[in-house]
């Protein structure tokens, strides 16, 4: 899927004096990730199995709903870029990291962009709880493909983001709340919705809800969850765009509809 197309310059390339700690898991995974993928998608002529993966990166999210409930042990770098092959294996060309604190809390947002960008051409959107980023935070902003890069934003934070539009960076309302939206709301079952313990959700709207919990992805395979109909893959007795709640906010394929209706034609 990816090894034959040329590439753009990486985030290490950006990084004078860094070395892509990377560079040697990244070769194999794409060799093995583009197998699986045409194998998966392609070569059988089945559609993917999920085409967006949605990630929260704090206990933000969680926290809406679990506040009581102590979440397991947080991912390491590693499995998130494990979770990124495998969604990738499974189809995903869109990833939207639920940031939900300072990016500069989060450094592993970073080599999660770019790994997923560089390895799978995958567009990233970079869904941010507040309306200001600091200068080094701009640094590794700018050092992402900003052809696949997208900073989301709630409406009221978007006026103030303005300037980054106009240094080149994709600016994209999270806001999923209005009855015309509803109308467009994608399957869950097309998405994979990780939380910061490895909690594998059906999607944002019922994030850290029991009912809706598929798995833990650090115990077992993703494809096996995505892929098994005895788990519940859609939202059926929540109300999914309640004006006082804003959990389907970043929704994934919303994102990609509006980046793509951005897009000159
Ligand atoms: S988050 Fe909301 S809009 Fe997105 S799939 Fe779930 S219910 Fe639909």
């Not at 990609?256 to 209706?261: D, S």
Request: charged share 30%; hydrophobic share 35%; proline share 5%.
């Amino acid at each position: 899927m990816v090894s034959s197309v040329s590439k753009s310059k990486t985030y290490w390339d950006h990084s004078s004096g860094e070395k892509d700690p990377f560079s040697v898991p990244k070769s194999v995974f794409r060799n093995l990730a583009d197998c699986a993928h045409r194998f998966e998608n392609g070569e059988n002529g089945n559609p993917p199995a999920i085409k967006y993966l949605w990630i929260y990166v704090t206990e933000e999210g969680l926290e809406r709903k679990r506040a009581a409930e102590d979440s397991g042990p947080r991912l390491s770098d590693e499995d998130w870029l494990n979770i990124i092959d495998e969604a990738c294996s499974l189809g995903a060309e869109w990833m939207i990291i639920y940031v939900g604190a300072r990016l500069s809390e989060c450094p592993e947002v970073w080599r999660m962009c770019d790994w997923a960008q560089q390895e799978y051409e995958m567009r990233v959107g970079l869904h941010l709880s507040g309306n200001c980023l600091r200068a080094s935070e701009l640094e590794y902003l700018f050092k992402l493909d900003s052809e696949r890069t997208y900073v989301v934003a709630d409406e009221a934070d978007a006026a103030a983001l303005e300037t980054l539009r106009e240094r080149g960076v994709n600016v994209c309302v999270a806001n999923v709340r209005k009855p015309a939206d509803a109308k467009r709301c994608e399957s869950p079952e097309v998405m994979a919705c990780v939380g910061i313990d490895g909690e594998l959700f059906t999607c944002g709207l019922v994030l850290g809800v029991e009912e809706y919990q598929l798995g833990n992805v650090q115990g077992e395979p993703l494809q096996k969850l995505i892929k098994d109909q005895s788990l519940r893959h859609a939202v059926s007795d929540i109300p999914a765009y309640r004006g006082h709640d804003h959990n389907c906010d970043g929704c994934p394929p919303h994102i990609a509809r509006r980046a793509a209706e951005s897009l000159p034609e």
